[in-house]
């Protein structure tokens, strides 16, 4: 249930910061993608249509992602990807030991990695 409303959030998240974050728009330029995430089982799938600088999120599994990043399960993506600010080599250590299986176009997932810092809310200052 963790890793399916992450998913969720992420697909608002990025989508507000399309239309908020001239920085994260940038990063959109030019692209025209579809990123997937999921579980091996497929029991928990989203994925994510990127084009003309927007953000479209969807459930389920996408016939044709460019990128699709397969997790063992619900419970290791979450810990991961929660993980991930603080370990850089999380994914790369899951994707060596075979526990994150990703398929596809790999400079979509070094793209998908770049975005990463936008995604924590600012803080507010006092």
Not at 31 to 44: C, G, I, P
Request: contains cysteine; proline residues 4%; positive net charge.
């Amino acid at each position: 249930m963790k890793f399916w409303f992450l998913l969720l959030i992420l697909g608002w998240r990025m989508r507000w910061l399309a239309n908020h974050n001239d920085a994260f728009k940038e990063k959109l330029e030019e692209k025209d993608t579809v990123l997937q995430f999921r579980t091996e089982s497929a029991k928990v799938a989203r994925y994510y249509i990127i084009r003309d600088q927007k953000v479209k999120p969807c459930a389920g599994l996408h016939p044709k992602p460019n990128m699709c990043m397969s997790f063992k399960d619900a419970e290791y993506a979450y810990r991961t990807i929660m993980n991930a600010s603080k370990d850089k080599m999380a994914f790369m250590k899951g994707m060596g030991s075979k526990e994150i299986v990703v398929t596809g176009e790999a400079q979509e997932m070094m793209w998908f990695m770049s975005l990463i810092k936008f995604f924590p809310p600012k803080k507010k200052k006092k």
